[in-house]
């Protein structure tokens, strides 16, 4: 290995350790007063909470945004591996939204549609018929179509309808949490009753709205599918009715195993607070979708994208310096970070548990995007070199407070323009970090390299027309992620991708601050991405050399980079 322009033997190492983990140089034989490792650690303790001067920081404003004209894109197109279920002459020609005709299909690269001819069940026969196969469509068009025509229909009703074409989960599958839920909310705002019966109906419009088979996102398959927010709509709700066949298994041998759950019977049953919250911002959804005056009526598209090989960044020689950083502790990826890149810290299970009882980042975005969890039908678990890029989603829904503390708010009028192709001018990518179980466990460079091309992927521009990066905290929390590492991840990750990065703490003040001062030292010595790899390979040293003493990265940039300096 090349010799490296910055210290990296035992001395240096064990320089570090000392003063609670705190990265210091190596000591000298007489320290005097000013030297000695506590005077030290005093002195970069305070020069790291120094700010960088107003006249040196990035505003929002500096960083790249979706254009904020509609001349974004050239007339809608499709090709083998970008399906479009619209007709896209139509649209070209007339700007309407009409369904693109075309064959049913029912193999492994397609969804299998619930009103597929293919598609059939066992009904169960009475005490002088016997049990025979039936096509599956004809039982559930004769029971939401019951649904359908009622005024009003309670919980209980959708919960007979939906066991009638799912007999074999009889003894499963719980309504208790819609159930609980429509009878808990207050009379001035239980408007489901009315709900049930419009969702039923949109429901049973799927083999006219889409006649095109769904492709799916598989698995070291760069594709793309664009769907319109009506059709969207009405998978939406099979879903919520549960009509999907093939899909109420994870098991290894299931089908579909590979793919996240998507109809709802967890999010359904086994009642909690959390559900409640959730309810509401689901059928909220379907409330503005069902009605006429209110539905939206435009594009969303579903890209999932791979790096290959040798289109990752060899990160022991890439050359590229770090790019321009706004940092804040105040504000949100999806509000001040509207017209950039938002990232979602998403599960490899696209959506993570939005189904069941999770309620972390992705989880609540989906929630407020529900047009998100249409992603669950088609998109294989993503593998470590894939991400998704959703574009045009709405948000319908706000919110506030985090996992247990979570609120639905009300609902959100969304004011985005929309490019030439319809779609709102959002753009989300769904990256994936490492869950892990011990926090030391991030600290080897198997891990942070796997980081580094995760968030790459992620990041990687298709097109100058790309914006710049909304993130925060990826893969900190549940997750366990050091914030100070995953923030220099992603520093990384985006000078490599030549993209900027608006960086929310989520009130993490200390965090603002050092990242904000970690960020302008790099810059001001002009640190290339190869040299702060090598940092960190020095710092996963120094951490599984500490004997279980933390080592704050931060201060170990400092002190490799620049331990004389008294202030920046």
């Not at 601050?513 to 960190?536: A, I, M, P, S």
């Amino acid at each position: 290995m090349a010799r490296r322009d910055h210290h990296n033997d035992s001395s240096q190492i064990r320089g570090v350790l000392q003063g609670e983990g705190r990265p210091l140089p190596s000591p000298s034989p007489s320290p005097s007063p000013r030297s000695s490792p506590a005077a030290v650690r005093r002195r970069t303790g305070e020069e790291l909470r120094g700010d960088v001067p107003p006249s040196g920081r990035t505003v929002l404003a500096d960083l790249k945004h979706l254009p904020r004209s509609e001349e974004r894109r050239d007339r809608l197109t499709f090709s083998k591996t970008a399906a479009v279920l619209v007709n896209v002459d139509v649209f070209n020609r007339e700007g309407r939204l009409v369904a693109q005709q075309g064959a049913d299909m029912w193999n492994s690269s397609v969804v299998k549609m619930p009103c597929s001819p293919s598609s059939f069940m066992v009904k169960p026969g009475g005490a002088f018929k016997a049990a025979a196969p039936v096509r599956r469509w004809e039982v559930i068009s004769k029971q939401l179509g019951a649904l359908a025509r009622k005024t009003a229909a309670s919980a209980e009703d959708v919960e007979g309808a939906v066991m009638k074409y799912n007999p074999s989960y009889k003894d499963q599958w719980s309504f208790d949490a819609l159930c609980r839920f429509v009878k808990i909310v207050p009379e001035t705002e239980n408007y489901f009753p009315k709900l049930f019966p419009k969702m039923a109906a949109l429901a049973l419009r799927l083999p006219d709205y889409v006649k095109k088979s769904v492709p799916l996102l598989r698995r070291g398959e760069a594709a793309s599918v664009t769907l319109s927010q009506v059709q969207i709509s009405c998978l939406l709700a099979n879903a919520f009715f549960c009509t999907f066949p093939h899909r109420n298994t994870t098991s290894s041998t299931a089908e579909y195993h590979h793919y996240p759950s998507i109809n709802f019977t967890r999010l359904l049953g086994q009642w909690s607070e959390r559900k409640k919250e959730k309810l509401r911002a689901v059928l909220h959804y379907f409330h503005v979708m069902t009605e006429e005056k209110t539905k939206s009526e435009g594009l969303v598209t579903f890209e999932r994208r791979c790096v290959r090989d040798s289109d990752l960044v060899n990160w022991g020689s890439c050359k590229e310096k770090m790019n321009k950083l706004y940092v804040s502790s105040h504000g949100t990826i999806e509000t001040e970070g509207t017209g950039l890149l938002q990232v979602d810290f998403a599960s490899s299970w696209i959506g993570g548990g939005v189904l069941g009882s999770g309620l972390v980042q992705e989880e609540i975005l989906f929630l407020m995007n529900p047009e998100l969890i249409v992603s669950r039908l088609f998109t294989e678990k993503l593998a470590d070199n894939e991400c998704l890029i959703v574009t045009g989603s709405q948000q319908f829904s706000s919110y506030s407070g985090f996992g247990d503390s979570f609120e639905w708010a009300g609902p959100h009028e969304d004011v985005l323009r929309r490019d030439t192709w319809a779609r709102l001018q959002r753009q989300i990518v769904a990256i994936d970090a490492v869950h892990f179980k011990q926090r030391r466990d991030q600290y080897n460079m198997i891990s942070v390299r796997r980081e580094l091309n995760k968030a790459f992927c992620g990041f990687k521009r298709r097109d100058h027309d790309e914006p710049d990066i909304a993130t925060g905290k990826w893969g900190c929390g549940a997750f366990n992620g050091d914030p100070q590492l995953k923030a220099t991840i992603q520093l990384m990750a985006a000078a490599a991708a030549g993209r900027g990065l608006a960086f929310f703490t989520f009130r993490d003040e200390e965090l603002e601050l050092g990242l904000r001062r970690t960020h302008h030292l790099l810059v001001e010595e002009g640190v290339t991405v190869e040299k702060l790899f090598r940092l960190l390979e020095d710092f996963c040293a120094a951490q599984q050399a500490s004997g279980g003493s933390h080592v704050d990265l931060f201060h170990f940039i400092w002190t490799s980079i620049g331990p004389s300096r008294s202030q920046l």
